[in-house]
């Protein structure tokens, strides 16, 4: 798990002095979730929340499940009222990342609101991307991913929500950009707010270990006075490096000596990547525009008028800020997924835009960033984190119909949202999702169920991953339901077929998989581009009539390979997991969900 562990950036400083860091961040967070809670279905003042929340969407197919989403969440009265929702899709053809998403909802609130929303406070989720890394969030999206907290449950969006709940009271006009896959917590002192009132760009900065630094952005900060640190620091920067190595990050002067701190200051949680003796960096999560900057990129994204190359958010308009800044970034493509010809240019323009513009850190001494965007990391800080149980009040059982679980090691299972026969078994360190488990079920350690509906007998190895999808195919409703090791890289992909044997499945090399499903290896084997070869391009994904014999079919399919027993799927019409989301049926799906919410209301009310 220490791969896991890296994902959050621990720190901390001098909190109140009654308090322990820990405790005082407990509290903290408590009270945004309070707060947010209280404004769940209620009509907020000017002025008391966001005027605007926007999240952005990878396709058309994706904005239609994200407002049908929120349609509903805002039908239950689940989010605050009086707040303008907006989905803003990015347009058809080359993918343009989360700096192109920013830009062109910039360009979609223009066109919405002409002048006005110069006087706006503005949340900018990004969330379009497939989640190929944590597939139980691909047909309905990351920012839509459920949490073990709540009633009704939180997703992702609700969480973004309240720990920003403070936020637009202390904002200046202007974007405060974030993605869906994270979660931030601070405190900071009892009558002090975290402000957006500068000029340019105000970025948020964690303390993190020199490991974390290089996944991430790191801010080389101007000389600092004050000889202790506070939870709260609004700081200058220098300049700001993306994913530098821990040889640049000495080379610009971007690391801290520990000094100042001691065992007592450092907030709890697991700490075995940041010692208490170590060197540290300050990392960056969220940011914000003013209203002058973000008209500055839309201007500059009106005249190029399409982008044809993936830009960073983060990487691209936060390194060009700052009186460091230098150009030599524009040129370096090692943290680039796929390297466009257009792009160097087009971050050189960016540069010389952004040029000059400020960057302020709000430094968050007594702070954690969480990533939860992995399959390891969602099994482990929902079955295992004791940190963020405690911070965020998270539950093994959240709104579910269940039986006894058992804990295992510090371990637990964790149920959302499902009902659950009281003779089926659920080991710990897994997580069941919007599902159904009949009294015959049985399932292994660290596996993720989702929107599944199982009735037959049936043993779910150990690290299964499990996720049913309603599908709309020649106006007729069908299922299918992906199922493979939740280890396994659906984002590796070869470019011939030959090479397909460097793919595996479950542990076990592809090629002997399609052995034993007796399939042929050809280019009709996969979806889409047939020179970007995956497990997510596979076509191998039974197509079925009912929920039940869709989830039953693929866990053949998978037990055959684990037990090197024969299943052939030759009878079947299969589907890769791209085509899935293509096909997907996100009304029934959410009507799924409901059936299983309103039978568990009906229950705990005769309870």
């Given at each position: ?227 202790k640190h506070r939870d709260l620091e609004y700081r200058s920067c220098h300049r700001f490096l993306h994913k530098p190595s821990i040889e640049k ?359």
């Open positions: 798990m220490r791969a896991v562990r890296r994902g959050l950036r621990e720190g901390g400083a001098m909190a109140a002095a009654r308090d322990p860091p820990e405790v005082s961040l407990r509290e903290a967070t408590q009270r945004k979730l309070r707060r947010f809670s209280e404004l769940r279905g209620k009509l907020v003042a000017p002025g008391e929340f966001w005027d605007i929340v926007a999240i952005t969407a990878a396709d058309e197919k994706q904005e239609l499940a994200y407002n049908q989403q929120l349609s509903e969440k805002l039908k239950r009265k689940e989010l605050p009222l009086g707040v303008q929702y907006h989905v803003f899709v990015d347009p058809a053809g080359a993918k343009i990342g989360n700096g192109g998403s920013t830009l062109c909802a910039l360009q979609c609130l223009e066109k919405l609101y002409g002048d006005k929303w110069n006087s706006f406070t503005i949340l900018l989720i990004h969330s379009g991307g497939y989640s190929q890394r944590l597939p139980n969030a691909s047909a309905l999206g990351k920012i839509f991913t459920a949490l073990p907290l709540g009633n009704p449950i939180y997703q992702m969006l609700e969480l973004k929500l309240a720990m920003y709940i403070d936020f637009p009271l202390n904002m200046n006009p202007g974007i405060l950009v974030t993605c869906a896959d994270d979660i931030e917590l601070y405190s900071i002192g009892e009558f002090e707010f975290i402000r957006f009132d500068k000029p340019g760009f105000t970025a948020l900065a964690h303390p993190s270990s020199l490991t974390i630094g290089t996944t991430h952005g790191v801010f080389v900060l101007d000389p600092f006075d004050d000889l990050m000495y080379q610009f002067n971007a690391v801290c000596r520990p000094g100042n701190f001691c065992q007592q200051d450092f907030a709890g949680g697991d700490i075995a990547d940041l010692k208490l003796d170590s060197d540290y960096v300050y990392t960056d999560s969220l940011f914000y525009m003013d209203h002058k900057s973000a008209k500055m990129l839309l201007a500059f994204y009106e005249k190029i008028g399409t982008l044809s190359c993936e830009i960073d958010a983060y990487g691209d308009f936060l390194q060009a800020l700052g009186p460091g800044a230098t150009v030599e970034y524009t040129r370096n493509s090692s943290n680039v997924i796929k390297e466009e010809s257009e792009l160097v240019e087009m971050r050189q323009r960016i540069f010389h835009l952004l040029k000059g513009t400020s960057l302020n850190v709000v430094v968050l001494n007594n702070s954690k960033f969480y990533h939860i965007g992995t399959t390891e990391e969602y099994l482990f800080y929902f079955t295992s984190d004791n940190s963020l149980k405690s911070e965020l009040g998270l539950q093994s059982i959240t709104f579910s119909i269940f039986p006894d679980i058992p804990e295992c090691s510090g371990k637990t299972s964790c149920i959302i949202q499902s009902i659950l026969d009281s003779r089926c078994s659920v080991a710990p360190g897994s997580v069941v999702e919007y599902s159904r488990l009949g009294p015959d079920v049985s399932v292994g350690e660290n596996c993720i169920i989702s929107g599944s509906y199982i009735l037959t007998k049936a043993a779910l190895p150990a690290h299964s991953f499990v996720c049913s999808l309603s599908l709309k195919m020649n106006r007729c409703l069908k299922y299918a339901t992906m199922a493979f090791g939740v280890q396994d890289n659906l984002k590796k992909s070869v470019k011939t077929l030959s090479d397909i044997k460097l793919l595996q499945f479950f542990g076990v090399c592809f090629l002997s998989c399609l052995d034993v499903w007796n399939l042929k290896v050809t280019e009709e084997l996969f979806s889409g581009n047939k020179t970007c070869l995956s497990l997510w391009t596979a076509r191998i994904f039974p197509v079925c009539s009912s929920l039940s014999d869709s989830v039953t079919t693929s866990l053949k399919m998978l037990n055959a390979v684990k037990n090197k027993s024969a299943f052939s799927l030759n009878s079947y019409k299969l589907l890769s997991i791209e085509e899935m989301l293509v096909y997907k049926d996100v009304e029934n799906m959410i009507t799924y969900r409901e059936q299983i919410f309103l039978e568990i209301s009906l229950k705990s009310s005769l309870i």
